[in-house]
């Protein structure tokens, strides 16, 4: 082989390598974007930076479990809902959530007459919390993660009504999938759909 083809076969031969570990990098900081859960050493949830980057499911305006309470009359909010990717795409092929599923509930205040808006609401610039529900096998099953601002935070006790209200209406695995309008009809083609 001549000069030249050895230093064509060596070109080649480092592109591959740069292209290897580039695909090798990706993968990498794939692992991190907060596609899994990930905890602290005294077991807190770390809250996924790239949340808003996941699957978007539903917003709600005013959702509510209980009754209102007096004097909040006026205080509106609006809810939106989202589940890291690798979830989605699951529960698109088996109408469930598989392991490792984070569902990200995000609050924000409703605002009014912003701009040239005359009528209805618009979502604030400012989240007014943030939680997650996790399944995670691991650790006990589905666990709920209230966020005040990006700390770690600590599992909801068990024992919160959010458990039991989840277990007793949750359309799919503990979930509230009635609400999420674009997955009702794949859990109902699978049969994994309870009428709540």
Request: glycine fraction near 10%; charge should be positive.
């Amino acid at each position: 082989m001549s000069f030249g083809g050895h230093l064509r076969l060596r070109i080649l031969f480092t592109i591959c390598l740069l292209g290897s570990a580039a695909i090798a990098g990706g993968l990498r900081s794939g692992a991190q974007s907060g596609a899994i859960p990930s905890y602290t050493a005294d077991g807190r949830l770390q809250l996924p930076s790239d949340y808003r980057e996941w699957v978007y499911l539903s917003s709600g305006l005013d959702m509510s479990y209980t009754p209102r309470a007096a004097g909040s009359n006026g205080h509106s909010m609006f809810d939106n809902v989202f589940v890291n990717p690798e979830a989605y795409r699951s529960f698109l092929q088996t109408g469930t959530w598989p392991d490792k599923t984070m569902l990200a509930l995000e609050l924000r205040g409703a605002d009014k007459n912003g701009s040239i808006n005359k009528a209805g609401y618009f979502q604030s610039r400012n989240v007014m919390g943030v939680e997650l529900h996790v399944k995670n096998a691991a650790r006990g099953g589905w666990a709920f993660y209230q966020f005040n601002g990006a700390a770690p935070a600590k599992m909801v006790p068990k024992r919160a009504s959010c458990y039991s209200c989840h277990r007793d209406h949750g359309a799919v695995d503990t979930t509230f999938v009635q609400f999420y309008p674009t997955l009702i009809p794949v859990a109902k083609g699978k049969n994994t759909f309870r009428e709540r």
